[in-house]
């Protein structure tokens, strides 16, 4: 098993930057691809990024591209979300996502964190 516990998240300024980060404890992240989700209020929970076992990244063009950046560190057992040029539409929960095969879809992703808040004010 593995728990993830998201944070960082925060009430910020729209153009304004966060990172989040996911720490995950019961095994090492290493054999398992991450992944990066929110669900905005009154919508579906939508993929934002993805970062492999490799450490290559997928992003979602529609939301990510440009503007936020997934990461690792195996050694901390961590995963980060870097996310600039924040807009009022990225207001969201965001959840961090383990699987053994990395892609776009929640249904590739075996274990989740709580999730972490992301208010961002006009």
């Known amino acids: 098993q593995v728990q993830l516990v998201e944070s960082g998240g925060g009430l910020v300024q729209a153009g304004g930057s966060l990172r989040l980060s996911c720490v995950a404890s019961?095994?090492?992240?290493?054999?398992?691809?991450m992944a990066w989700f929110r669900r905005a209020p009154g919508k579906d929970r939508e993929f934002v990024g993805a970062i492999t076992q490799s450490a290559g990244v997928i992003y979602s063009a529609d939301v990510a591209r440009g503007r936020f950046t997934c990461s690792r560190d195996n050694a901390k057992n961590t995963v980060y979300l870097y996310m600039n040029v924040l807009k009022p539409e990225d207001t969201a929960e965001y959840y961090c996502?383990?699987?053994?095969?990395?892609?776009?879809?929640?249904?590739?992703?075996?274990?989740w964190g709580q999730g972490t808040q992301v208010t961002v004010s006009s």
């Open positions: 019961g095994r090492t992240i290493s054999p398992y691809a």
């Open positions: 996502a383990a699987g053994s095969v990395g892609g776009s879809s929640q249904s590739q992703y075996d274990y």
